[in-house]
């Protein structure tokens, strides 16, 4: 099906969503029982079984900045370790390939309660999503990482600001490659505009982070802009370094 096809009925699918859930109770993405619409996804018995960081904080802000191994960026926080075949996994999984954009407003919001919480410091400048390049975002209907801002904003009262760093070509799936691979793969593949010499403190906001190697790329462009800047990175899911 040719590319302009799949991003319509991508868009159509997304509007027919919210209409539907609306209407109509949904069901939880791991164990397929009805839950109510308010959960956008996922039951209480389910949501008790997902790995949330908030007592792992300090290892994932850790584990995270190693990583990236940039001195700009200050800070890391995650919702919960992402794990395949988990509760997680269908979460991830619906938010990016199942056109559930509400999943990323929710698990925005539980990220902006557990940092409120963890009584954090969030005084930003902006949130910035990391970008998809636009054919991806097309096909997809929007960029899963916009509405987890979204989410994130709702709670704490930080703008988004998402056209200040640019995808500028497709790369290939980083799921099964090295971590030398994955920074080869994303290397010069992100462009950010001048506006960010302005800004002090800023968010950086992606899905999960594995290696850090996509994250650490788009903060090597903003620091080259901005040598005085400091970055802290908020995801949904962290990878368990085994």
């Not at 302009?4 to 993405?29: E, H, M, P, R």
């Not at 979460?91 to 919480?117: A, C, D, M, P, Q």
């Not at 704490?156 to 099964?176: A, D, E, S, Y």
Request: glycine share 8%; proline share 2%; aromatic share 10%.
């Amino acid at each position: 099906m040719p590319t302009s096809f799949q991003g319509f009925f991508s868009q159509l699918k997304i509007a027919f969503d919210a209409v539907f859930g609306l209407l109509f109770t949904q069901k939880c993405v791991s164990c397929d029982k009805e839950t109510i619409t308010k959960s956008r996804g996922v039951c209480f018995a389910c949501a008790t079984k997902i790995n949330w960081t908030k007592p792992f904080s300090k290892e994932v802000n850790s584990q995270i900045l190693q990583g990236i191994n940039l001195s700009n960026v200050k800070e890391a926080h995650g919702l919960f370790y992402y794990s395949k075949e988990g509760v997680e996994q269908a979460l991830i999984h619906r938010l990016k390939y199942r056109g559930s954009w509400k999943t990323g407003l929710f698990l925005g919001e539980k990220l902006g309660v557990s940092i409120i919480e963890l009584k954090r410091d969030t005084k930003l400048d902006c949130l910035i999503p990391i970008p998809l390049f636009h054919r991806k975002k097309f096909d997809r209907g929007y960029n899963q990482a916009y509405y987890i801002s979204k989410g994130l904003s709702s709670i704490t009262g930080i703008p988004i600001k998402k056209n200040l760093v640019r995808k500028r070509k497709q790369t290939q799936t980083q799921t099964k490659l090295t971590r030398e691979k994955r920074r080869m793969n994303v290397k010069n593949t992100f462009v950010v505009s001048e506006e960010l010499k302005k800004l002090k403190t800023i968010g950086l906001i992606d899905d999960v982070v594995t290696t850090g190697s996509t994250l650490r790329e788009v903060c090597k462009e903003i620091i080259n802009v901005n040598g005085t800047i400091k970055i802290i990175i908020f995801t949904i899911g962290v990878a368990r370094i085994e």
